[in-house]
């Protein structure tokens, strides 16, 4: 076994790779040797500025029928028999594992070889893998203090620590939060690039109006078609005083781009609209009001940067996590909580209403939004690690 070398599992989507990448870069940056296992959706969000390898296994949900339980049970026998490999020739010191199912195979190839296991969760609610593993872990770190889930017996090896956050998007803490200020002319001609729609399409001209209120609309990994259902025609549905000065910014599925932009063209409404942003730390820094899904890595990345925040979780997300991590952050002030079976085209539209109309309001939730993020996880993480 090597003192300096340590393996991160991590997989299944950006909410789970973007903190155990940021971690691993840390302990990367102080001389440790890194390896990733993760299935084949971190290459998503891999870069060959990282200074570590990685290793793609073979996972797979469980779904409760014959025919997918015998494929899952396949994949995984192969994910484990694969981690197991890696483990016995890497040899590392112990395993830090960040969640999902992602991390099963090599959760129980370590088990097998009695190496140690750190777990992260990310969520308001332990998530089941790493229920089923917290009694093997040597230590649990959770990003909210009243995380649900954990057991009475594991309390003394629990530390709350935060959640890691990309670097480009931490240093946006620094930047302080400001409304759109009067200028004197915007040149509507300008290009400004991705599938952008501007007023300037229909009416092109020169005209005196304020800045442009920026929201940023933001569906998760999984797109959120209900945002492209209702969002547009939730804008569309706003006074026309505040709709000729609003910038909107959308990610949504790579199939319903085409159809989004339909509909933010036929209201004539200013848009940015995409499927995925490689500048999200830009988009994240202009935006003045950010509507999202409830994942704990997305929030962690607005409450850093000091957003007021519309959320809406996503209804069946495992054990309801989304809206626990929802109401944390409503609870301290940071966000406006819209549960799915409430999302209406008039709720939506009448809450952008009350806090466009509020700068007050604004100025406030953008304060506790920073108040309830998590500062210096990665750090705070590499502390209890060794300690």
Same mark, same amino acid.
């Given at each position: 076994?090597? &003192?300096?070398? #340590? ?31 993760? =299935? +084949? ?35 995984? /026998? ?18 830090? *594992? ?25 969520? *308001? ?12 872990? =040597? ?12 057991? /009475? ?6 530390? %709350?620590?935060?959640?890691? %956050? ?8 620094? %930047? ?10 915007? =040149?509507?001609? +300008?290009?400004?690039?991705? $599938? ?31 945002? /492209?259902?209702?969002?547009? +025609? ?5 006074? &026309? ?19 989004? #932009? ?5 209201? +004539?409404?200013? @848009? ?5 942003? $490689?500048?999200? $730390? ?17 929030? &962690? ?15 069946? /997300?495992? =054990? ?14 940071? *966000?406006? %909580? ?20 509020? &700068? ?12 309830? @993020?998590?500062?210096?996880? @990665? ?9």
């Amino acid at each position: 076994m090597d &003192s300096k070398k #340590i393996i991160i599992a991590t997989g299944g989507t950006g909410g789970h790779i973007f903190p155990a990448r940021v971690l691993a870069k840390k302990l990367a940056n102080k001389g440790y040797d890194i390896k990733i296992i993760a =299935d +084949k959706n971190y290459q998503k969000y891999s870069f060959v500025a990282d200074n570590f390898s990685y290793n793609i296994i073979s996972v797979s949900q469980i779904k409760k029928t014959f025919k997918y339980l015998l494929l899952a049970g396949i994949k995984i /026998s192969f994910g484990v028999l694969k981690s197991f490999f890696i483990l016995l020739f890497f040899r590392p010191q112990f395993i830090i *594992a960040f969640g999902g199912y992602a991390t099963f195979p090599v959760l129980c190839a370590t088990i097998l070889l009695r190496k140690k296991i750190i777990l992260h969760e990310q969520n *308001a609610h332990l998530g089941k893998i790493n229920r089923i593993f917290a009694k093997f872990a =040597d230590k649990i770190f959770v990003t909210y203090k009243n995380t649900e889930g954990i057991k /009475s017996e594991f309390i003394e090896k629990t530390f %709350v620590v935060g959640n890691p %956050v990309r670097e480009n998007i931490a240093k946006l803490a620094k %930047v302080k939060y400001q409304l759109p200020i009067e200028e004197k002319f915007r =040149d509507s001609n +300008k290009n400004m690039g991705y $599938d952008l729609l501007l007023k300037s399409d229909f009416n092109p001209s020169k005209r005196e109006i304020k800045s442009f209120f920026n929201i940023l609309i933001i569906g998760g990994s999984g797109g959120a078609k209900i945002f /492209s259902d209702i969002l547009p +025609k939730a804008i569309f549905n706003l006074r &026309s005083d505040i709709k000729q000065d609003l910038l909107i910014t959308q990610q949504c599925k790579t199939d319903l781009v085409e159809s989004t #932009i339909k509909q933010y063209k036929l209201f +004539k409404t200013n @848009a940015i609209i995409g499927n995925f942003f $490689d500048d999200m $730390d830009e988009k994240i820094k202009n935006a003045h009001l950010i509507i999202s899904r409830a994942g704990s890595s997305a929030i &962690s990345e607005f409450n850093i940067a000091r957003k007021p925040l519309i959320l809406i979780p996503f209804a069946n /997300s495992a =054990d309801n996590h989304q809206l626990k991590n929802a109401k944390e952050i409503e609870k301290k002030g940071g *966000a406006m %909580v819209i549960e799915e079976k409430d999302l209406t085209i008039n709720r939506i539209s009448s809450l952008i209403t009350e806090l466009i109309d509020n &700068s007050k309001m604004l100025l406030e939730m953008s304060e506790k939004s920073y108040r309830a @993020a998590s500062k210096n996880a @990665a750090e705070k993480m590499l502390k209890k690690v060794f300690n």
